[in-house]
């Protein structure tokens, strides 16, 4: 990550027309993420538990990351290092198989929790701003502390399997609080406990993780951006032909199809980090 942030000469500052100062997010520090989550258990909806307790196997088609929430934690005696507790939740839709009937669709619930250390400096002011609340306790606390972000994509789904409550060796620990959002996301109550048989799936899951901080910057400013592209009418491209013809329009992403090079050079006249003077674009 260094090296995509490191500092290149300018070509062209003639263009400048002021220096500017902006309010943006300073990144402290990021990390990527591979995470294989081995026998995350499910919370499945009443009807659909209903189902898997008469079911004779079961297995999983989709895993939808709902909704991912990370909360920072200053770490003692460590000065300017944060604890981030982040927690994934996940919609999981399979089909449950029952005697010679065909499969049922059942959904569920399924939340991973981890925690990591990033650095997020040390910050002496407070910021508060006029869409804050302050709810509670944490709200006046988190005032003054790093701001975590956490980008994520939906998971690979790796094995699934059911297990008998009764034969299962394993003590499931059974969430504190569910947000209401996320149980808005199912149109069934949740089945917490008192099941016969659960459902477990092992899945693999990307992020990208980062510790921010607000701050000021003074940059040259070139000029407004004016947008040039004009808004074009839904209506107009409802049928096959017109969407046809705008697809012809696009251009081949090859990007897409081939790593980028080292060495690319940027035209001159589109950016100030280019090739002249014998400069390159990393």
Known sequence: MAEN??????CDLSGIKEAVCIHTAKVMDACRDKDCIEDLRVYLTRD???LLDRSTGARVRTVELLYVDPTVEAIAYNA?????TITYYYKVAGDATIASERPATIYGLAIFTKRIMLYGGDGCAKVFTSRQACADKQDVVRCSAPRAVVEAVDPMILTAKIQEV????????????IP??????????LVLGGEQQRLYVTIGQFSLIRMERDTQLLIPSFDYCVPTKECSDVAGISDAEDACDIFSQVEFPVDEFF???NNACTDPDKSCNCCKNGYQTA
């Open 5 to 10: 942030n490191q500092a290149r000469p300018a």
């Open 48 to 50: 659909s538990q209903a």
């Open 80 to 84: 300017g290092y944060f604890a981030v």
């Open 166 to 177: 009764s034969s299962a060796c394993r003590c499931d620990v059974d969430p504190d609080t």
């Open 180 to 189: 209401e959002g996320i149980l808005a996301c199912f149109d069934d109550e």
């Open 259 to 261: 790593p980028a090079s």
